[in-house]
């Protein structure tokens, strides 16, 4: 891609990272074509995927890695609210039902990438403040924490112990104390 047209020179021109710009153009040109062909015929996410490349090398291997996620970016680049904590789990809750073949782990990592995408490109297009960034940051953690708490309080339980053929943990437990000064020893049971 050594001869970028005037438009695409335009958009590049004043990115801080044109070199890195450029390379993403030329990888996705390269390896995603219609992804490639997806981004000339909509200026805006041209311009907001460009701008995501140039200020964050992550989150132009995320585009690259996942061409669906410019859809997505699509819809959501309008969308300038800032999103609560519940609406995150929900999102959350969606991305893990169509995803459901992944690990936990790679699950979380990409719906993180993803909703990084839509923050920090609303933080480099200027359309949140600073203390409205780091609130999506927080409630996005919050959100992948607390479903990753749900998860594993629900791989714990005994149901989910027994399909593993692991014994689960006891419900109770005996406590035993003995006393010098008695010959008999006192027995309690505890509910864990």
Not at 100 to 113: E, G, H, K, M, N
């Amino acid at each position: 891609m050594q001869n970028l047209d005037a438009k695409l020179e335009s958009l590049i021109r004043d990115l801080p990272d044109e070199k890195g710009a450029r390379l993403f153009l030329e990888r996705i040109s390269n390896e995603q074509p219609l992804t490639f062909q997806k981004l000339n015929r909509n200026p805006g996410i041209l311009s907001d995927a460009l701008a995501l490349a140039a200020w964050s090398p992550l989150l132009a291997t995320t585009l690259e890695q996942n061409p669906d996620y410019i859809s997505w970016l699509m819809r959501e680049r309008v969308d300038t609210r800032i999103r609560t904590h519940e609406q995150i789990k929900e999102s959350l809750a969606r991305f893990a039902l169509t995803n459901s073949a992944l690990t936990p782990q790679v699950l979380f990592a990409r719906f993180r990438r993803r909703e990084l995408l839509r923050i920090y490109l609303h933080d480099v297009r200027r359309a949140h403040t600073l203390v409205e960034t780091t609130e999506e940051l927080s409630n996005l953690a919050d959100a992948i924490l607390e479903y990753a708490l749900s998860l594993a309080r629900d791989m714990a339980r005994p149901s989910a112990l027994m399909k593993k053929g692991v014994s689960p943990p006891p419900t109770f437990a005996l406590l035993r104390s003995a006393s010098s000064a008695h010959a008999n020893s006192t027995m309690l049971l505890i509910s864990i």
